[in-house]
């Protein structure tokens, strides 16, 4: 009953509520209650602050996600591993990753995954704002960027090319921009991640950066919907071209003052804090490392 207990608390951190745990296993609010309660008493702590708005992990409950996701999680492992074999892989993963990257890449190689391993399932969620790995429970987080949170575990995918770019159809209206400067005349389409406006572009090495402030009639917090916009001739993007690759390899955009290129952006897996990964979450992450380094060189040894 503890370790059911236990995996009923963790659904609740997930869900964002009693209620809404309630509804997922198919339980009373008051049933989700009183077992929140049973574990609490359990412990001796409080595990949950709670308002009559939301929920929020006390450090007590914070220390019980981390520790309780490494435990089922190795349970889930034994028991696949006594009822179906030891190569055999069950059980889910929540991963979170950007919403361009996301759709494409991410997608297809957890389609790949899941045909080699029928017994995996796996929530995909998209966002290219910041997200509480371990208050939403997540196992992976595909990200790009420095890492803020230095209690996370991290695995570098290396460093990865920027690129701007632009339809053609907008450079036959507009022309292309010379240098860095000229896109101060130009429809910039910008990132919002969360509180911050990414309307400040840098080009070339460190030693001789030039920074410029952009702007355009566009800005919007998914990063695939920037592509398309770009697309559609409405103005010039800074992408991955992890992103945008496709795009340019196709014809479909073109690549832009290609002698200031943008400093590259790390890319890296993030992990919540624990002993130990399910193992099914170490192949899935394996199999995503693996695809996504050999997809673009890192910018240390590119030309």
Excluded at 45 to 53: A, F, I, Q
Excluded at 190 to 219: A, C, E, K, Y
Aim: overall charge positive.
């Amino acid at each position: 009953m503890l370790l059911n207990n236990i995996a009923l608390f963790l659904l609740i951190v997930e869900k964002g509520g009693l209620g809404a745990a309630g509804r997922e296993a198919g339980l009373s609010s008051t049933t989700v209650s009183e077992r929140l309660a049973a574990l609490e008493a359990h412990f001796g702590v409080t595990l949950l602050n709670r308002t009559t708005r939301a929920l929020s992990l006390t450090e007590e409950g914070r220390t019980l996600v981390d520790g309780a996701k490494v435990v089922l999680g190795e349970i889930d492992d034994l028991e696949t591993r006594v009822r179906l074999g030891a190569k055999a892989l069950s059980g889910p993963i929540r991963i979170s990753a950007p919403s361009d990257i996301g759709r494409s890449l991410v997608s297809a190689e957890i389609g790949r995954f899941l045909a080699e391993h029928p017994a995996i399932s796996v929530e995909l969620l998209l966002s290219d704002g910041y997200v509480d790995i371990v208050g939403e429970g997540f196992d992976i987080a595909l990200r790009f960027g420095p890492v803020i949170d230095s209690s996370l575990r991290v695995r570098s995918l290396g460093r990865k090319r920027r690129v701007l770019c632009a339809a053609p159809s907008y450079l036959v209206k507009h022309g292309r921009p010379k240098k860095p400067v000229d896109l101060k005349r130009h429809n910039c389409l910008v990132m919002r991640f969360g509180g911050h406006l990414d309307n400040v572009w840098r080009f070339g090495p460190n030693s001789m950066q030039q920074i410029v402030t952009v702007r355009g009639d566009r800005v919007a917090n998914d990063g695939a919907l920037v592509r398309q916009w770009c697309l559609a001739g409405h103005g010039i993007i800074l992408k991955s071209e992890l992103d945008v690759g496709p795009d340019i390899r196709a014809g479909n955009l073109l690549e832009l003052l290609a002698d200031y290129a943008p400093p590259p952006t790390p890319l890296q897996l993030l992990f919540p804090p624990g002993r130990a990964q399910p193992r099914r979450v170490r192949a899935l992450a394996d199999q995503l490392a693996s695809t996504l380094q050999s997809l673009e060189p890192s910018a240390e040894n590119a030309s």
